[in-house]
């Protein structure tokens, strides 16, 4: 697929606590930002970035239930269980992943990010692919 209205932007990496995501992407050279909680989603987020590998988002529970909590139970060690695509048109982007027979299904509607300064962001599952989230201006 040629989807021109979709460009790769991170990796999302669900944890039950940090402490070995933060040591394992430093240890390949990453630069760690500041962890920021999300209280729509009752998360705690942290993108990491690097000079020529994919950024990786490491994602763990708050306090009460979110949507990350059975993932990160059920996976102690950590799951990637999402990709993040960036997009000028979602709108686009959408119709753009329809005609190619892939239909995306909404699982949560665009809402502020506070980890991409007040940007919006949505999920989809889409079928053979799994949970993807657009990221738009």
Known sequence: MNEPHLRFHHFGL?????ESARKFVAALGY?????????????????????????????????????VDK????HTSGIVYHLCYETDNLSAALAGLDAQGLNPVCVSRPTVSPLF?????????VI??????????
Request: aromatic residues 8%.
């Open 14 to 18: 669900a944890v039950k606590r940090p």
């Open 117 to 125: 300064n007040g940007r919006n962001v949505s999920f989809y599952n």
């Open 31 to 67: 630069q760690r930002g500041e962890a920021i909680f999300d209280p729509a989603q009752n998360v705690f987020l942290e993108l990491c970035v690097h000079d020529s590998h994919p950024a990786v988002e490491i994602i763990w529970p708050g306090s009460d239930a979110g949507p």
């Open 71 to 74: 993932l990160a139970q059920r």
């Open 128 to 137: 053979g692919v799994g949970l993807i989230e657009i990221l738009e201006p």
